[in-house]
């Protein structure tokens, strides 16, 4: 007998389940059919052709291992909000990251938090909203404060994005302590947290985020957003004074993800006070972008980057720009489902490539989301596979 | 981490005479190809047809096969290939051969209905960036339990529609009655099971057809009937491990998808390298939820499976608005990761403007200048079609992100020439970066500035109503 084939039988031992019931099978079809050394003297063959089949009768047992990896790094975990007993006044708290393996990889490990969402809330009207969003919110659109207990309590959002659009110097340019009144009456009117969110205009953004950082000292919101021509270490050091969370904006970059993320807590602002926005296209106009972004800076994160080590942020309402998502087209079918699907495609893209915390705006879609968030973000599942009837979908009546 | 195939190992493999058969210049530049994963190694014929380089080949097809085996179905030049997987994530190297998607039809139809649909299902399109997004497949489901009725709807497809098929039944008489009427188009067989898989098996090796191998929710089971069927020599195989979506159940779908996926590109393990299947279409078993509901759950579960590595997707519904979602997530996440879609920047003339026409300033994210030049032309009407260098990104993401501003604009107008040519000066901005007007106006003078519509599809509606009157003014 060759070495090769000694070999051979040794490995086939091992393999304790397979059976051999061939017996008389001779020597050279097991070195064909198992040995790299002997393949290569084998006619060659071009990959279509067909190859005449040798028959088996027993299955040949093998067991999945699930390819499990080990991550040196890990996501921090960011609290949102703060309690009477914590210095602010919520009475809720959420809590998002602390991922230690990338998301929904559940035979590594059950998701730590559950990714949250938060409807926008406008200031003033000044935006215009697509029809099926301004449907949702008509009744409420001139007070915010109205507006948050309606995203809240009829359509279940997480926490509020409360965008202060109105302080925008091209449109109304509303000094900081004129915003800041909506910012108090949203406050009061709900008890969880809220995220506040500037203009995009740097400047004016840090003098309301100054302002406003200290009017509601201890609450521990999240301001959006800080950008690379921001003053950095000035918008650091009030979040850090006042124990606010910061979002940092990057522009489907991750260099520049990572220079704001060093930058910020460079000059203060801890580690699990930061969330990184690395800005969401709408499907069809540059998802591909914040997709492959957001998980190549999960990946990082967990491989070690400790700027990239940060729970992460995705816009979906950035959806509503894409003109599948609103017109009125016949042969696109009805807007009002094709609108909250388009949201919500957005948002789960941005789900499976790691997001946190979203910011949407459409009820149906946020329920979508939400929906699934929950699903996959169980520690353990109910459902039991076996007692669900995959099989009979070929004949289903429908 | 998953091994990225690269130039040199492929040239190593390669002739190296530079004979030209390829249709490169240099071996080294097939390799390249070869690694980018843009030509396929069986397009250099030496390698194949000399005998001389027998044991290259040997070599070359180990060197280059993917962790994810890809498998043929249907036959040219209407065939779908599937898999073909070098990577997990998109970041690391384009992804090719896009998930395959199939419509299903059911086999106790009444043929009117049946070839209606298929009809249909084929000649579904959208057009989108220069691009048709279309359907791949029929899957022909089996509920008649009649091997004459499932052949007799076999056929009728054959004969009506070219997108190839998916036969679907676990029963093989039902499976081999259709294969002696369609057999050599190359369906794929739906499936063999524990139970069933010998027959199944002999089915595809006498019809030389891909088969899809079942076993929900049962890895080792999968993993083992793949073993089997490998050891064969059995490979055009799909693996269908089951797509559960009641309850919390699809999180396992998803974790499972995923975990077949890490084992065959980071772990290298053959047996489970093959195209992974999903059949979204399962969402309208659950006795919940109305019609809207569950054609919304279908969409996503469809796009979920998509992005978490199914390679074929077996649909049921099929309105417009549920497959939009997919058939463009599909055109984006298959696409080359390093460069965005864009076109160049620059001057573009539509339709014959004169020194009295308007200038159209945009971004040159490509699918932007697609819609403003269709939206243009739509409004009937002369101009230029200034497209400033935005990055590849729209107009709104890149206003916000400070990458396309008024100074961008400025330059691309003053290096358009126009500023010399034109009598009449009128620039329309896109509505959505109304925040440069202001500026805009300083670093043009001379030059007339008009914030556009949010959204181009209004251009024709702004040209009626103000831009008419305001080069009348001008």
């Known amino acids: 007998m060759s070495k090769e084939l000694l070999d051979l039988l040794k490995l086939l031992d091992q393999a304790s389940e397979l059976e051999l019931q061939d017996v008389t099978i001779e020597a050279e079809e097991l070195a064909i059919e198992f040995l790299p050394v002997v393949m290569q003297t084998m006619a060659v063959t071009a990959p279509e052709a067909a190859v005449a089949l040798k028959k088996v009768i027993e299955l040949k047992m093998e067991k999945f291992e699930p390819p499990v990896i080990k991550y040196p790094g890990s996501i921090p975990e960011v609290q949102i909000g703060a309690t009477r007993a914590e210095g602010g006044t919520r009475g809720k708290v959420i809590k998002i990251g602390g991922e230690t393996c990338p998301p929904f990889y559940r035979f590594e490990s059950p998701p730590k938090n559950r990714p949250v969402i938060a409807l926008d809330v406008f200031d003033q009207p000044i935006v215009p909203l697509a029809g099926p969003v301004k449907s949702a ?130 000059a203060g602002l801890p580690k699990d006070h930061l969330i990184l926005d690395p800005t969401t296209g709408a499907l069809g106009y540059g998802i591909e972008y914040s997709f492959s972004v957001m998980e190549r800076i999960r990946l990082s994160g967990l491989m070690g980057d400790e700027t990239l080590q940060a729970p992460l942020s ?14 009125k087209v016949d042969e696109w079918g009805p807007r009002e489902y094709r609108g909250p699907l388009w949201e919500a495609t957005t948002a789960i893209v941005g789900l499976l490539a790691g997001a946190d915390m979203f910011m949407m705006m459409h009820p149906l879609a946020a329920k979508i989301v939400k929906g699934l968030a929950e699903i996959l973000s169980k520690p353990k599942l109910d459902t039991k596979l076996e007692e669900i009837n995959y099989n009979d979908w070929i004949r289903m009546r429908v | 981490m998953p091994k990225i195939l690269r130039p040199l190992e492929v040239y190593g493999v390669l002739p190296q005479t530079n004979c030209g058969e390829c249709g490169e210049s240099t071996c080294m530049a097939f390799a390249a190809k070869v690694a980018d994963g843009v030509a396929d190694i069986t397009q250099c014929k030496p390698l194949f047809k000399d005998p001389k380089y027998k044991s290259k080949l040997q070599k070359a097809l180990e060197v280059t096969r993917p ?22 994530y998109r970041h690391e190297l384009t992804y090719h051969n896009p998930t395959a998607i199939a419509v299903d039809v059911i086999d106790d139809m009444d043929a009117d209905s049946l070839i209606k649909r298929a009809k249909a299902i084929e000649s579904y399109s959208f057009e989108r960036i220069g691009q048709q997004l279309k359907l791949n497949l029929i899957a022909l489901r089996c509920v008649s339990d009649s091997p004459e009725k499932f052949a007799k709807a076999a056929d009728m497809l054959s004969k009506n529609v070219s997108l190839p098929l998916i036969l679907c039944s676990y029963n093989p008489d039902v499976i081999e009655e259709a294969l002696t009427v369609v057999g050599d188009k190359r369906p794929l067989i739906y499936a063999a099971t524990k139970d069933n898989w010998k027959e199944m098996l002999d089915l595809a090796s006498k019809y030389k057809c891909p088969i899809a191998i079942s076993s929900p929710g049962n890895l080792d089971m999968l993993k083992s009937l793949a073993s089997t069927f490998v050891g064969t020599g059995m490979e055009d195989i799909v693996l269908d491990p089951g797509t559960f979506v009641r309850g919390d159940s699809l999180a396992e ?21 093959f195209p992974l299947m999903a059949v979204p279409a399962v969402v309208w078993m659950d006795p919940e939820g109305d019609e809207v509901e569950k054609k919304m759950k279908e969409s996503y579960v469809a796009s979920i499976m998509m992005t978490r590595y199914a390679d074929l ?15 463009v997530w599909r055109q984006n996440i298959y696409t080359d990761p390093r460069v965005p879609p864009s076109v160049k920047p620059g001057v573009y003339e539509i339709g014959k403007p004169t020194d009295v ?24 009407i002369d101009a230029y079609l200034v497209v400033a260098d935005s990055e590849g990104l729209s107009v709104e993401s890149s206003v916000a992100g400070r990458r396309l501003t008024a100074e961008k604009f400025a330059e691309a107008i003053k290096s358009s020439g126009l500023d010399q ?25 001379g030059w007339k500035i008009l914030v556009g519509p949010r959204d181009s599809s209004a251009i024709p509606e702004f040209v009626e109503k103000v831009l008419k009157k305001e080069m009348e003014l001008t």
């Not at chain 1, 449109?171 to 995220?195: G, S």
């Not at chain 1, 816009?315 to 017109?327: G, H, K, Q, S």
Request: aromatic residues 6%; proline residues 6%; glycine residues 6%.
């Open chain 2, 357 to 380: 026409s308007p200038v159209f300033a945009t971004g040159n994210f490509a699918l932007t200048y697609f819609l403003v030049r269709g939206d243009i032309e739509n409004a009937k």
């Open chain 1, 314 to 327: 995705c816009a979906a309402t950035n959806a509503w720009a894409a003109r599948e998502a609103w017109m």
């Open chain 2, 253 to 273: 779908t998803i974790n499972i998808f995923t975990m077949l996926r890490r084992a065959a590109i980071e772990k290298g393990d053959k047996l489970v390298g």
């Open chain 1, 137 to 266: 919110y008509k009744d409420v659109l001139e007070d915010p404060a109205e507006w948050a207990k309606k995203a809240i309590q009829v359509y279940g959002a997480d926490l509020i994005s409360l965008h202060l659009v109105s302080t925008d110097p091209t449109l109304k340019d509303t000094p900081p302590q004129e915003a800041a009144k909506a910012v108090e009456r949203v406050l009061q009117a709900v008890d969880i947290p809220i995220i506040i969110g500037g203009s995009g205009n740097p400047q004016k953004d840090l003098q309301v985020f100054q302002y406003l950082a200290e009017m509601t000292a201890g609450e521990r919101l999240v301001f959006a957003s800080a950008t690379i021509d921001m003053d950095l270490d000035a918008v650091a050091k009030v979040m850090s004074k006042y124990g606010h969370n910061l979002v940092a904006l990057a522009f489907m970059d991750i260099n520049q993800a990572k220079e704001l993320s060093r930058k910020l807590t460079e």
């Open chain 2, 421 to 445: 040519k034109l009598k009449k000066k009128v620039l329309i901005i896109p509505g959505r970066a109304a925040r440069l007007s202001g500026e805009l106006e300083e670093l043009l003078p």
């Open chain 2, 313 to 327: 997707l077996i649909m049921h519904s099929f309105d417009p608005w549920v497959l939009m979602p997919l058939l």
């Open chain 2, 67 to 88: 962790p994810v085996k890809p498998v043929t179905i249907g036959t040219p030049p209407c065939q779908v290939i599937i898999g073909g997987k070098r990577v997990m």
